[in-house]
């Protein structure tokens, strides 16, 4: 999607891709509708020969998808993009479409669950070679290529322990050996970091979180260029049906409207809690993205432009403690979902990460002491006054 009038990414997000119909509606119109008619058994071929523009079964695509499709890639500035069902349909079908089996993919250790268990799991089952790395340590991607390595995925931040990946440097060696780079931005969102200038090329959303932001739906997208989607997602896409409602496609559209006035607030009120936590004497280590003691601030300052909406911190003590303050809590609400309006706090080691064995949660810094808190569009004020309540349980 060519952004022709160099609309700046607010703008971009109010209206960007928009298809009114007959009517000028203001607000994008929802098709809900499987299929189409043709006026003709002529035009009906000329479309199936793609001679002709327009839409043939919702599965492959539908106007409000479209819609968010296109707004999509105004604001990553990519050329195309396929919306999914769910954040996972969007992973699972950028992993899957391009590689067969006898091929290797290096992917990050530290993965949202479900993608880890596409990569150590799926994959393998179809004959496809996988290496997870340590992805913070860049001489750990070169190691682990192999002569059929084709792809490299990786996730930054990442989940929970808000980790930060190279993107350029694992770009630089995916582009000297011919492979390609998957990045999963949803941490970051697609206003704090921008894989595609970074050299990555696939970046995959859950529109679940931050886009819609509100709890709502769930959904996800692939960007890439558009040679790399019509080679390998487009058909992989059509034939497997991981596509996104326009129901829930609305939905998103309308979340990618208020998206950077709540990311921005989220954010900032994320800033103020990560340096409050860190002075706690209660809390015996904070990681937060946008801090100086970050283990990565350097790369951040390189490639990101924002910090985030979510805290990783470490209570003293362990679970017990971790879950007596996650009790005490009033207005954050105990749940694993992030980059929602209101403030949610998680403990991975028994939740989202309580399939991993313990070294291999030991290895991605999440400790039995481990919270990790997604700030939402409450007053600063409150969650500071609840968290500090609930610190004092414990
Ligand atoms: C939530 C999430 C996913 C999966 O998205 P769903 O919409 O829940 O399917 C993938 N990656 C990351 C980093 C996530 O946070």
Redesign the pocket.
Known sequence: MVNSKNWRPQTALVHGGTNRSQHGETSEAIYVTQGFVYDSAEAAEARFKGDEPGFIYSRYANPTVDMFEKRMCMMEGAEDARATA??????HAALLCSVRAGDHVVAARA??G??RWIIEQLMPRYGIETTLVDGTKPEAWEQAVQPNTKLFFL?SPT?PTLEVVDIAHVAGIANSIGARVVV?N??ATPLQQKPLELGAHVV?Y????HIDGQGRC???VVLSDKAWIDENLHDYFRHTGPSLSPFNAWTLLKGLETLPLRVRQQTESAARLAGWLACHPKVARVIYPGRNDHPQAEIIARQMTGGSTLICFDIRGGKGEAFRMSNALDLVRISN???DAKSLITHPATTTHKNLAADARAELGIADGTLRLSVGLEDADDLIEDMDRALATV
């Open positions: 769910s954040g996972m349909a969007a992973v993965l949202f479900s993608c996730e989940n999963d949803v941490f995959v859950s529109a679940t979180k769930l959904g996800g979902n992030l980059g």
